[in-house]
């Protein structure tokens, strides 16, 4: 029952959900890549693909909804056991009393079985009669007993049934009310996702205020510095490691958040990381580090760092493939029971 269920709900929900889908990925197509090079037209298509992106989440949670209330409405149907009713409507002493009366007869026709007299042999006749019907009724009894208890033992297997397949509910259910608790979380992080990706088009493609506007005026979103080409939202900012699907060489990171700040073209920020331990080690290897430098004409800056400890070394931030990746390249001079170099890319938070 519980597989002919899952078969039936809301085929026609996730065919739509699914076809919203195909829409997001349509809509925000190469969104990513072009953003650090696009203007008006890569924010309309972030206005669009957070458009598809809300009726996808909007469509996948009601199909989850729907799923919800049909398992909780199975769940409901077997939760309750059927009302137990006795089967064994023949007292025990009916069966004591058949087997007595059976016992009795046959001792009777037995005493009587050599006695000639015409009224004694009607008497042993009746006697006979009344044996076969007592052992027919004995037999009865007895088949009817093994019925029941045979009906009993289904009984209770069906209960057994009954409970699983109330729990197998029960349990689907839950998880289909975790998951639209997740879709509604997920369709809101994607919601302001789309809203800041906007926001940093706009300011990575704001034009440079005049040569003549005062320093000590502040201007909105980061500076468009950018003497390689490459706006300066593609360095600063706050930025992590992904808990899924990370990209690295080398040493493999648990987890990364990187700051970095410019004012009048000098960075500086700070890298605290987490990076997986060696075979026979029980914690991961921490890594905390300052760096700091002027920005350069080259797509990759490079910046003295200095580790909390007091080693010295070099950081490299080099642009990634997409608007909101970045590449980290690091090396620090040699030291004791500590990471060294490392290469990942984080995405921008």
């Not at 009726?55 to 209330?69: D, G, M």
């Amino acid at each position: 029952m519980f597989c002919a269920v899952a078969g039936l709900i809301g085929q026609t929900g996730r065919d739509a959900y699914r076809q919203a889908y195909d829409v997001w990925q349509q809509a925000q197509a190469n969104l990513e890549r072009d953003a650090g090079t696009g203007g008006s037209a890569q924010v309309a298509q972030a206005d669009r693909s957070a458009a598809a992106a809300e009726s996808f989440e909007a469509t996948r949670a009601a199909y989850l909804k729907s799923s919800f209330q049909d398992a909780e409405q199975r769940r409901r149907l077997v939760q309750t056991p059927a009302t137990s009713l006795s089967l064994d409507l023949t007292p025990p002493s009916a069966q004591d009393l058949a087997t007595r009366e059976l016992q009795t007869a046959s001792r009777a026709i037995a005493r009587f079985a050599d006695d000639k007299d015409r009224g004694i042999q009607q008497l042993r006749q009746s006697l006979e009669r009344e044996r076969v019907a007592l052992a027919a009724l004995t037999e009865t009894i007895q088949a009817r007993q093994k019925a029941v208890a045979a009906t009993l033992q289904a009984s209770a297997a069906l209960e057994q049934a009954r409970i699983k397949t109330a729990q197998a509910f029960g349990d689907q259910a839950s998880q289909l009310s975790r998951a639209v608790a997740q879709v509604e979380n997920e369709g809101a992080a994607w919601a302001d996702y789309y809203q800041k990706l906007a926001q940093s088009i706009q300011a990575a493609n704001t034009p440079p205020p005049p040569a003549n506007t005062p320093t000590n005026v502040p201007t909105a979103g980061p500076r468009n510095v950018s003497v390689s080409g490459i706006p300066l939202a593609r360095y600063v900012g706050s930025w992590t490691y992904p808990a899924v699907n990370g990209i690295f060489h080398g040493a493999q990171p648990e987890s990364v958040e990187l700051e970095v700040r410019e004012q009048n073209g000098r960075v500086e920020g700070t890298l605290l990381g987490r990076f997986k331990p060696s075979p026979g080690s029980a914690s991961g290897i921490p890594l905390r580090f300052a760096f700091e430098g002027d920005l350069t004409a080259t797509p990759t800056q490079r910046f003295k760092l200095m580790t909390s400890d007091g080693t010295s070394g070099t950081l490299e931030l080099i642009p990634g493939p997409a608007f909101n990746l970045l590449e980290v390249n690091f090396l620090t001079d040699p030291r004791a029971n500590a990471i060294r170099a490392g290469n990942f890319i984080l995405v921008k938070k």
